[in-house]
């Protein structure tokens, strides 16, 4: 069994800065990809950031520049800076992680509850 708990979200001005965090905990042998995803309001949930076990990053272009994703693996945290809040990012952001556990040898997606994120003056 694990668990992703994500926390850090909350209500920001437009410009402000928000700093997510999401720790995995469980039966974990091993995390190869860690990301962040976000879904608004009748919207499809699309990625954010993801970032390897190497330290390999990808974003979003929407993000790109603004949003800062890392990681401690010793921690089995995952982290995501967002500055230059704008409107649009207002959103409930979602923690992935690819992980393989003692039960499956093959890496299974896992999410977390969910954290709200609100851009607004």
């Known amino acids: 069994q694990v668990q992703l708990v994500e926390s850090g979200g909350g209500l920001v001005q437009p410009g402000g800065s928000l700093r997510l965090s999401c720790a995995a905990s469980g039966s974990i042998l091993s995390i190869y990809a860690m990301g962040w995803y976000r879904q608004a309001p009748g919207k499809q949930r699309e990625l954010v950031a993801t970032?390897?076990?190497?330290?390999?990053?990808n974003y979003a272009d929407s993000v790109k520049g603004r949003f800062t994703i890392s990681r401690d693996n010793a921690k089995n945290t995952v982290y995501l800076q967002m500055n230059s809040l704008k409107p649009e990012d207002t959103a409930v952001y979602y923690c992935?992680?690819?992980?393989?556990?003692?039960?499956?040898?093959?890496?299974?997606?896992?999410w977390g509850q969910g954290t709200q994120v609100t851009v607004s003056s």
């Open positions: 970032i390897l076990t190497g330290g390999v990053t």
């Open positions: 992935m992680g690819s992980i393989t556990t003692i039960l499956s040898i093959l890496p299974i997606e896992y």
